[in-house]
């Protein structure tokens, strides 16, 4: 169980193709992740989702551990049973959230206690109640308790770190469940030493897989992309890779290329929802007159539910007079979007013409300007309270 075996790496790139065995299936990896915040993919059923080709489910401990509460699902037998997805799930600490959404945060070297941002009511997370909780929903991957820093501060990331791995490891001793691969997160903001240091450090601990968290959180993409060129290769190469939070088309096109193997986000659904759709030339907005009496759908070609039916002139007009249909077909078609393009991108890392693929991809790829950029991070921003 938790085996990482490499089908096969790129000559050019550090991108690479392999699968992951857990207790709900294999993952074949590199692969991406909708993000299930509260125990289900907004708007989607769990038969919607198979349908778009996707293996891998994250959901997020904050958000249950406060309501219904991780004992609830326990009793329930688990995350799994609980939503009615059999497939592999993903749990991330709660650390996240507590650090970017709770009220009234304190932090100790034990632990952090915070205010529920639902009710107000106190709560405390250390390694050991992240790791019970994260037990008790049962997802098939794990995640250590870590102090997200912002990225540019180095006297906090410093301290950020330090906890980090001293908590990695209660973490690690605190695990009692064996069929449960718990993973480690590489933090460090954008300062090179300290991720690399991070990735060592966290590399002896020896963990089934390895997360890199703390991107994607307000620095640009170049310091992302060169945070990611120093840290990858610090870790393990029998162990998956798993860029926490990330997902935008262009940003995977370069994890991938950079030795990432695993990705979530909640990004395709959140802008789905917003009348946003990806397609291979960029993403375009539903509410938009000029698809008022377009006849195509939103892409051409694409094999999914949405795409097969309807128009974008009538998409459209789902979103302007508010019919709860638009929010599900949009998200049925960019939950496929990403799907396909893993697909896509692991069988080019298989067949030897990744680097093609990729640049292909990147020159009909509009990545949205500014204005959308700014958006997209508000997106990120409210994401932390979904
Ligand atoms: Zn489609």
Same mark, same amino acid.
């Given at each position: 169980m938790?085996?990482?075996?490499?089908?096969?790496?790129?000559?050019n790139?550090a991108?690479?193709?392999?699968?992951?065995?857990?207790?709900?299936?294999?993952?074949?990896? $590199?692969v991406?992740?909708?993000?299930?915040?509260?125990?289900? &993919?907004?708007?989607?059923?769990?038969?919607?989702l198979?349908?778009?080709?996707?293996?891998?489910?994250?959901?997020n401990?904050?958000?249950l551990?406060?309501? $219904?509460?991780?004992?609830r699902?326990?009793?329930?037998?688990?995350?799994?049973?609980?939503?009615?997805?059999?497939? $592999?799930?993903?749990?991330?600490?709660?650390?996240?959230?507590?650090?970017?959404?709770?009220q009234?945060?304190?932090?100790d070297p034990?632990?952090?206690?915070?205010?529920? %941002?639902?009710?107000g009511?106190l709560?405390?997370?250390t390694?050991?109640?992240?790791?019970?909780?994260?037990?008790?929903?049962?997802?098939?991957?794990?995640?250590?308790?870590?102090?997200?820093?912002?990225?540019?501060?180095?006297?906090?990331n410093?301290?950020? &770190?330090?906890?980090?791995?001293?908590?990695?490891?209660?973490?690690?001793?605190a695990?009692?469940?064996t069929?449960?691969?718990?993973?480690?997160? &590489?933090?460090?903001?954008?300062?090179p030493?300290?991720?690399?240091?991070?990735?060592?450090?966290?590399?002896?601990?020896?963990?089934?897989?390895?997360?890199?968290?703390?991107?994607?959180?307000?620095?640009?993409?170049?310091?992302?992309?060169?945070?990611?060129?120093?840290?990858?290769?610090?870790?393990?190469?029998?162990?998956?890779?798993?860029?926490?939070? #990330?997902?935008?088309?262009?940003?995977?096109?370069?994890?991938v290329?950079?030795?990432?193997? @695993?990705?979530?986000?909640?990004?395709?659904?959140? #802008?789905?929802?917003?009348?946003?759709?990806?397609?291979?030339?960029?993403r375009?907005?539903? *509410?938009?007159?000029?698809?008022?009496?377009d006849?195509l759908?939103?892409?051409?070609?694409?094999?999914?539910?949405?795409c097969?039916?309807?128009?974008?002139?009538?998409?459209?007009?789902?979103?302007?007079?508010?019919?709860i249909?638009g929010? %599900?077909?949009?998200?049925?078609?960019?939950?496929?979007?990403?799907?396909?393009?893993?697909?896509?991108?692991?069988?080019? @890392?298989?067949?030897?013409?990744?680097p093609?693929?990729?640049? *292909?991809?990147?020159?009909?790829?509009? #990545? $949205?300007?500014?204005a959308?950029?700014?958006?997209?991070l508000?997106?990120?921003k409210?994401?932390?309270?979904?």
């Amino acid at each position: 169980m938790f085996e990482y075996t490499l089908i096969a790496g790129d000559s050019n790139t550090a991108a690479r193709a392999g699968v992951f065995q857990t207790p709900h299936g294999t993952l074949r990896t $590199p692969v991406f992740a909708p993000v299930g915040t509260q125990a289900t &993919v907004k708007t989607l059923t769990p038969r919607d989702l198979r349908e778009t080709g996707a293996s891998l489910v994250l959901s997020n401990t904050y958000h249950l551990y406060l309501r $219904p509460g991780t004992e609830r699902v326990r009793d329930f037998g688990g995350l799994h049973a609980w939503m009615g997805w059999e497939q $592999p799930m993903l749990t991330d600490s709660g650390g996240f959230q507590v650090f970017s959404l709770a009220q009234m945060r304190k932090l100790d070297p034990d632990g952090v206690t915070f205010r529920s %941002h639902i009710d107000g009511s106190l709560h405390r997370f250390t390694p050991e109640s992240a790791i019970l909780s994260q037990e008790s929903l049962g997802a098939d991957i794990i995640m250590c308790l870590d102090e997200c820093a912002e990225p540019l501060d180095r006297k906090y990331n410093e301290e950020a &770190v330090a906890r980090t791995h001293a908590w990695a490891a209660r973490c690690k001793a605190a695990q009692s469940r064996t069929d449960q691969a718990l993973f480690g997160i &590489v933090q460090g903001g954008i300062f090179p030493d300290l991720r690399i240091a991070s990735a060592r450090t966290l590399a002896k601990i020896d963990f089934p897989g390895y997360a890199i968290g703390g991107l994607s959180v307000g620095e640009t993409k170049a310091e992302m992309y060169a945070t990611l060129d120093v840290t990858t290769p610090e870790l393990p190469a029998d162990k998956p890779r798993y860029l926490m939070g #990330v997902g935008a088309p262009e940003d995977i096109l370069e994890g991938v290329a950079r030795g990432i193997d @695993i990705f979530d986000c909640v990004l395709p659904t959140r #802008v789905a929802r917003n009348g946003g759709l990806f397609t291979r030339q960029g993403r375009l907005n539903l *509410r938009n007159s000029r698809y008022a009496a377009d006849p195509l759908p939103v892409e051409p070609g694409c094999d999914c539910y949405c795409c097969q039916n309807f128009s974008k002139a009538y998409l459209r007009h789902l979103f302007k007079a508010e019919e709860i249909l638009g929010l %599900h077909l949009a998200t049925i078609h960019n939950v496929r979007f990403m799907i396909r393009l893993m697909k896509e991108v692991r069988q080019s @890392i298989l067949a030897g013409t990744f680097p093609a693929f990729r640049q *292909r991809f990147l020159a009909e790829y509009e #990545v $949205p300007n500014q204005a959308a950029r700014h958006a997209q991070l508000e997106a990120r921003k409210q994401r932390k309270q979904a």
